[in-house]
Structure formats: structure tokens, C-alpha cells
């Protein structure tokens, strides 16, 4: 016999009610007797989200469980997918292109030990799929990968696909997973696709949820490095400091505040890495450059800082200048895509630094120090340009992002001149001119990244402001200079005599 429903009163006073109408206990009291309340049904209200993650789980064993035990004969060597969505071998074309093309770069993640959890795991962790397809995407844009470099395949995935697995897999990790390294890398990566296709704010949200997960793993920490195993330690400096260089790459050029503060231990150089196709050594080398030009990048923590103009602030310009020029970052044997990054990292401090002195204090023609010269952009890029006229173009455009940055920065800089001093814009000897040279370097950045991103974009309207037309791209001649022009072997230290003028300029 079913129990009768207690009226709202004894309901609240959680005594028996005889459901009369009014009930006994109401009837004594004279107050009004209701039966409004909504009784919830008894049992399960549903599966908890941890209960269907079980349930898929033990589904895709059990479907693994009834596949042959013998494979099938793969057509054109294409592998199966656990996700049922992009082919597992298309995971590994682009997982080979990053280790052999960008792990001097992006020195942190194991491709070998990932495409073996890819193939063998069953089912595969979200967070090692997620990952996975955040490198696969980043790799895709950050060479600017066609179709006619896909290794052969038919149809590869776009990186806007790689991006859908990645998030998808993101989603299904619940609050409470671990927070890991691999979420901070699934980040980073993320942060890469996203600031090569132009996607600025999804780019900053990316890279503050990296610098998110650093802050919860404590990589920046030193005393939380020291506790962690030789191995571990070793993975967690080099994701601290591929990190570092990104923000303040990213961060500098868009003016976004700065976070990450710089620790003092270093990837170990002594690793061989990549089966000797690059070492830390020249990582560790760009890694003391930018540390070196700290006080360069706009929007940096708070700092006490010399008043513009007073003796200070130049003595402080001249004593980094030459730690920026006589920082030991080149050896015999350095790999040319290392090379690049560092000379071109090199430039750009230097250009800053001319910026900066532009912004505090007169620069004279006849200036000793020739960082403190108006025609200083002009060397620098010229210096620039003949030593990436003799790199091959395919061991450029793989830094991307971060070299387009760097290129824009010294030709703004060599545009400041030329609307500063417009009688420099005349100066035309054997395509040498700071107008020859602007020009040069809008070029090398449009046939290096074949599309025009925010920063070429403006760059090219100050073109049109100065009444200087940007070049189609089948005309890229780059400059060939003399040799006395590469300023020794471009090491970042001018040696050609500037343009005497009797002219002070002041920003």
C-alpha cells in the first residue's frame, strides 16, 4: 500500500501526516493545510561523469579485445587510428617532421616515445593524444607545410583538423587530472598554431594558460627543480625556457605584459640530442642572449630604471651593447638553422637597443659608439641581409613566427630613418640604399611566409605612407653585399664607416 503524501507542514516538521484535508495536526493548529510541495523521485538521479568515462573506457577495451589478432594488410602503409578519426600514420609524417626539422627549436618533446604510446596504449590517454595533435598542428604551420610535402600521402590532415582532435581530447580530461607537463605543452603548441595563423588572442590565451601550468608545476622554482629526478629536471628547464623565449617574443612585439622571470640553471649542453642532428649547446646560446637583452622588451616587470637621457641611461646602452656583441654564441660546427636564430636574435636585441636610445637621448653622426648613430639600421640590416642571403630559404622559414617578429623589427627601424632624415632615402649606391634594403627585407617576408600576417601588413601601409611600393614576390633577388658589409662573418659588431652628417636627430 503506497505511503500517503504529507501535507507542506508536517512535511517541514518531518512528522507522520494522516493526508487529511485538512490532517489532524493542521486542524488542531487553524492554520491553512497545503499540499504544493513537489516530491523528488527516489534512487539514482543519472551516472556520474566519472562513471561514463569508465563505461567508454571498458567499451573500447572490449572492442580492441574482438579485432584479429593478426593485422590486416595496410593499403599505402596507412595506419589504423584509435581516434577513428585522423590516421595514426599521419600523426607520425608530421611527428617525423618535428624531430627532424624543429627539435632544434622546440627542444621538449620525445617524438620516438610518443609515437610508440600512440601505437601501443590502447585506449590512448587524452592528454598524449591531445598533445600529439597540438605538435602535429603547430608543425604544419610553423613550416608552412603543403600538399606537395606531405611524404607522399594523398589527403593529410589540416592543421585545423589536428587543432579539433586536439581540443576534443582537451575536453574530455576532467578537473581532476593531474595537472602535468603535458598540459602545459598541449598549451605552448596551441599558443604556436595560433599566433602562425594570425589568431593573436587565442594566441595570448594559449600561452598565459602555459605560463598558467609552469606557475602550478613550479618549473620556474629552483628549489622544486633540485627535488625533481635528473630526467625530469632536464625536461622541465628546456619547457621553461622554450616558454621564456616565446613570451618574450610574443609578448614583446604585441605589448603584452610579461610574466616568466628568468632562473638560473640551463638545459645541460653536454646532452647530444636528436640523434646528433643538434645539441642544447646552441639552445643554451640563444637562451643567454635573450637574458641579455632583458631590459630591452617593452612591458617588462616593474624595474628601477635611469632617467631618460642622463649619463646612466647611456652607459647602460654602451655596456649592453657590447655584452650583446661579444656574448660567445658561435662555434665551427654550429648547425645552420641554429645559426639562424641566433644571428637574427642578435639583430633584433641590437635593433631594440637602437630604438631605445633613439627614445632617450640626441644621436649624432658623429657619434663613437655607432649604436648611437641615425644610419645604425641601415649596417645592421645590410649585415642581416647578406648573411640570410646565403642560408637557403627552407633553413629560415622554419623559425616563422618568431623570425618574421625579428624581420619587422629592424625594417621598422630602418623606416623610422627614412622618414626621420629624408635625404638618407637618396642614398642609392650598388643597391645598397636604405630604400634598396626596406625593400629587401618586405621581400625575403613575403617569400619566406607567402601570406601577409598583421606585422607585414603594417609594415607595408609605412611603405605606402614613405611612397615606397612593395615588390611583388616573384621579384626576390636578396642583396648580395661585399664581404666587408657582412660585418665579420655578421658576429653582430658593425665595422663599416658611418655616413658623416653634421646633423643631430632626436625622436
Known amino acids: 500500500m503506497p505511503r500517503p503524501t504529507p501535507c507542506d507542514a508536517c512535511a517541514l516538521r518531518r512528522v507522520k501526516c494522516d493526508a487529511g484535508n485538512p490532517c489532524a495536526w493542521c486542524d488542531r493548529q487553524g492554520q491553512p493545510c497545503t499540499y504544493l510541495r513537489v516530491r523528488r523521485r527516489r534512487g539514482p538521479k543519472g551516472p556520474r561523469a566519472s562513471t561514463i568515462f569508465r563505461v567508454i573506457q571498458q567499451q573500447a577495451r572490449s572492442q580492441t579485445a574482438q579485432l584479429p589478432t593478426s593485422p590486416a594488410p595496410m593499403e599505402n602503409n596507412v595506419l589504423p587510428s584509435h581516434s577513428g578519426r585522423i590516421p595514426l600514420a599521419q600523426y607520425f609524417t608530421h611527428l617525423d617532421m618535428y624531430q627532424s626539422r624543429l627539435y632544434a627549436i622546440w627542444p621538449v618533446v620525445a617524438a620516438s616515445e610518443l609515437k610508440c604510446r600512440l601505437r601501443d596504449e590502447t585506449p590512448v590517454e587524452p592528454d598524449v593524444q591531445a598533445l600529439a595533435a597540438a605538435l602535429c598542428a603547430a608543425t604544419i604551420l610553423q613550416l608552412r607545410l603543403t600538399e606537395e610535402d606531405s611524404a607522399g600521402y594523398p589527403a593529410l590532415a589540416t592543421a585545423e583538423a589536428f587543432v579539433r582532435e586536439c581540443l576534443r581530447h582537451r575536453n574530455t580530461l576532467t578537473s581532476s587530472n593531474t595537472i602535468s607537463t603535458n598540459l602545459l605543452l598541449i598549451s605552448l603548441f596551441l599558443h604556436m598554431y595560433y599566433a602562425n595563423a594570425g589568431q593573436i588572442h587565442a594566441a595570448t590565451f594559449a600561452l598565459r594558460d602555459a605560463i598558467t601550468y609552469v606557475h602550478l608545476l ?252 612593395p615588390l611583388p614576390l616573384s621579384s626576390l633577388e636578396l642583396l648580395e653585399y661585399a664581404e666587408e658589409d657582412l660585418c665579420d662573418g655578421y658576429s653582430g659588431m658593425p665595422q663599416e664607416e658611418v655616413t658623416q652628417d653634421t646633423t643631430h636627430y632626436e625622436a
Open 218 to 469: 613550479r618549473l620556474g622554482e629552483e628549489e622544486q627543480l633540485n627535488s625533481l629526478p635528473a630526467e625530469e629536471r632536464e625536461v622541465g628547464i628546456r619547457i621553461f625556457w622554450v616558454l621564456y623565449l616565446t613570451e618574450r617574443t610574443f609578448c614583446g612585439s604585441h605589448g603584452i605584459p610579461i610574466l616568466l622571470q628568468k632562473i638560473s640553471y640551463l638545459p645541460d649542453p653536454i646532452q647530444e640530442t636528436n640523434d646528433g642532428i643538434c645539441s642544447l649547446t646552441e639552445f643554451c646560446c640563444l637562451v643567454r642572449l635573450f637574458t641579455l637583452g632583458e631590459s630591452l622588451l617593452p612591458h617588462r616587470p616593474a624595474a628601477i630604471e635611469p632617467v631618460p637621457g642622463s649619463p646612466q641611461a647611456k652607459g647602460e646602452l654602451q655596456l649592453l651593447y657590447r655584452n650583446i656583441n661579444t656574448c660567445d654564441v658561435y662555434r665551427d660546427n654550429m648547425a645552420f638553422l641554429q645559426e639562424v636564430d641566433i644571428q637574427t636574435t642578435r639583430a633584433w636585441l641590437q635593433s631594440l637597443l637602437w630604438q631605445r636610445a633613439l627614445s632617450n637621448f640626441l644621436l649624432d653622426s658623429h657619434a663613437t659608439e655607432v649604436q648611437f648613430t641615425p644610419e645604425f639600421p641601415l649596417t645592421l640590416a645590410k649585415g642581416l641581409l647578406g648573411f640570410l642571403s646565403k642560408i637557403p630559404l627552407d633553413l629560415i622559414r622554419p623559425h616563422a613566427y618568431a623570425m618574421e617578429v625579428k624581420l619587422c623589427q629592424v625594417a621598422h627601424n630602418l623606416l623610422d630613418i627614412i622618414m626621420i632624415v629624408p635625404s638618407i632615402r637618396r642614398e642609392r649606391c650598388s643597391q645598397s640604399g636604405p630604400v634598396d634594403v626596406v625593400l629587401a627585407l618586405e621581400r625575403l617576408l613575403g617569400s619566406l611566409f607567402q601570406r601577409e600576417s598583421e606585422m607585414v601588413a603594417v609594415m607595408r601601409r609605412r611603405l605606402m605612407e614613405v611612397d615606397l611600393e
